[in-house]
C-alpha cells in the first residue's frame, strides 16, 4: 500500500483483561465485504454502512484529514469544532506564539468565537467517496510494457478518472495505486481552507515527557489541540473570511461521559495510510541499515545544532520549536522501528516466507517462467546502493535541512 490521502481502519478487542489487535489495515469502503462480520463477533455494534456510506451520513463524514493527509482529526461538535493531536496543531500554536504570549509554554483557549485564531495553509479534507477502478486501468495495461511506458499509461487514464470526478464540484481527486500497483482505488474528497485554531493545553500537557516519551506506549500525554472548520454562508469551501460561518458537518462523534469498560470493542479509523508489511527481506534490510542509519546519524547532529539555538533565548526558543519537533519525530521514530524489527526478528521471517514462496514457484514450469527471477531482481536492485545512500543524505542534510537549500531549489524551479 503507498502513502496517500487514504482512511483507513484497524480494529482491538480487549477480553479478559488482555488485548488483541486484528492484523493489518482495510478500507472503509470495503468493510462490508472483509471485515463487518468478524468486528460483531468481537463486539463492534455498528453496521458497516454506519461506518462508510456514501448515500448517508456515517463515520467517514467525523474522521477527517488535516493537511492532506498528515494527521487525522474527529469531528465532535454540529458547529465544526474539531478534535486532533496537540503535535497536529504544533505548527499553529508556534507561529502564533510570541515572548509576550507564548501559547506554546502557557496553552491557549478561545474564550468566543472571535477570538479563534486563522491558519493560512492548514486545511481540512472530509472523504466523500472510494470507488475501485482497478478493471479501468488494468484494461489498457499488457504484459509486454516496460515499465516507463504502464506507468504513463496508468498516469494517463488516472489523469481521466480524476477530471470525471472532480469537474463542476469543488472536490479533488486522486487515484492512488495500491498492492504495488495491483490494486488502483480513487478517492474523492472536499477540502475546506478556513480552519482556526480554538485550544490546546500546555505544551508540558500535550507534549509531556517531550521527545524521550514519543512513540512510545503506553504514553501519559494530554495529547490534543482544537480547530474550527469555517465555510462561506452557502456552506462551501472558502479562504478565511470574518464572514465565514462554522462548518456544519454531515456527521460528528458524541462525546460520551460513560468511560470505557473491560471488554469494550475499541476501533481506529484516520490517517495518513502507508504500510511497508509487504517488503521482502531486503527491503527491510536496507530500511534498517540505510534510511533509518542515515536518518538517525543526520538527525542526531542537526537536533544537536537546533537545540544549541534553542537556549539562546525564550524567542529563539519559540523559533526553532515547531522544527526541532519534527526534525525528532521520525528520528525517535527510526530508532524504535529498528528495535522493534530485531526483536521480531522480521528479516528471518521475510525469508522463510520467501523461501516458501520460491518453492511455490518451482513446483510449476508456468510459475517459474512468471515469478522465477521476482526475488532476484528485487534482491539485484538493493545490491548496490551507493546512490541510494548518497541520496538519503542529501534528504536529510539538505532538503529536511537549513531551508536555505529548499528556497534555493523553488527559484532554480521557477526560473525554467
Given amino acids: ?33 472483509l471485515n463487518i462480520d468478524k468486528m460483531h463477533a468481537m463486539g463492534c455494534e455498528l453496521t458497516a454502512d454506519q461506518i462508510y456510506s456514501i448515500n448517508h451520513s456515517s463515520l467517514k463524514d467525523a474522521v477527517v484529514a488535516l493537511d492532506h493527509g498528515s494527521c487525522t482529526g474527529e469531528m465532535i461538535s454540529p458547529d465544526g469544532l474539531l478534535l486532533t493531536n496537540h503535535h497536529c496543531g504544533f505548527d499553529e500554536i508556534q507561529a502564533h506564539s510570541t515572548v509576550e504570549h507564548d501559547y506554546l509554554k502557557d496553552g491557549f483557549w478561545a474564550k468566543s468565537r472571535d477570538q479563534e485564531l486563522p491558519n493560512p495553509g492548514k486545511t481540512v479534507s472530509f472523504l466523500i467517496s472510494i470507488t475501485d477502478v482497478t478493471a479501468k486501468i488494468d484494461s489498457a495495461l499488457t504484459p509486454d510494457m516496460d515499465e516507463n ?4 499509461k496508468v498516469e494517463e487514464i488516472a489523469s481521466k478518472l480524476e477530471k470525471a470526478a472532480s469537474d463542476g464540484t469543488d472536490y479533488q481527486a486522486r487515484v492512488r495505486s495500491f498492492f504495488e500497483s495491483n490494486k488502483y482505488y480513487l478517492f474523492v474528497y472536499e477540502t475546506f481552507r478556513d480552519i482556526r485554531l480554538v485550544g490546546a493545553p500546555p505544551q508540558s500537557i500535550g507534549k509531556f515527557g517531550g521527545d524521550t516519551d514519543n512513540w512510545q506506549w503506553p504514553r501519559q500525554t494530554g495529547d490534543f489541540s482544537m480547530f474550527r472548520v469555517y465555510c462561506s454562508p452557502d456552506g462551501k469551501p472558502a479562504d478565511y473570511s470574518p464572514k465565514n460561518v462554522p462548518f456544519h458537518p454531515k456527521h460528528f462523534l458524541p462525546i460520551s461521559l460513560k468511560g470505557v469498560h473491560k471488554g469494550d470493542f475499541a476501533m481506529i479509523m484516520g490517517y495518513p495510510g502507508r504500510t511497508e508489511r509487504y517488503k521482502s527481506s531486503y527491503g527491510v534490510e536496507f530500511t534498517m541499515n540505510v534510511t533509518n542509519q542515515v536518518r538517525m546519524k543526520v538527525r542526531s547532529k542537526k537536533l544537536a545544532i537546533i537545540k544549541k539555538y534553542m537556549e539562546t533565548g525564550p524567542k529563539a526558543r519559540i523559533q526553532y520549536a515547531s522544527k526541532y519537533a519534527r526534525s525528532a519525530n521520525y528520528y525517535k521514530y527510526s530508532i524504535g522501528q529498528n528495535k522493534g524489527l ?4 522480521v528479516i528471518s521471517d521475510k525469508k522463510a516466507l520467501e523461501k516458501h514462496f520460491t518453492n511455490w514457484v518451482d513446483e510449476d514450469t508456468a510459475r517459474e517462467a512468471k515469478y522465477g527471477k521476482a526475488l532476484s531482481l528485487i534482491k539485484d536492485a538493493y545490491e548496490n546502493t551507493d546512490d541510494e545512500v548518497a541520496g538519503a543524505y542529501m534528504r536529510e542534510a539538505f532538503l529536511r535541512g537549513p531551508e536555505i537549500f529548499r528556497l534555493a531549489m523553488r527559484q532554480m524551479a521557477c526560473m525554467r
Fill in 149 to 152: 511506458a504502464r506507468e504513463t
Fill in 342 to 345: 530485531k526483536a521480531l526478528n
Fill in 1 to 33: 500500500m503507498k502513502k496517500g490521502i487514504i482512511v483507513l481502519i484497524a480494529f482491538i478487542a480487549t477480553f479478559s483483561g488482555s488485548v488483541k489487535a486484528d492484523e493489518g489495515m482495510w478500507l472503509p469502503a470495503l468493510v462490508q465485504k
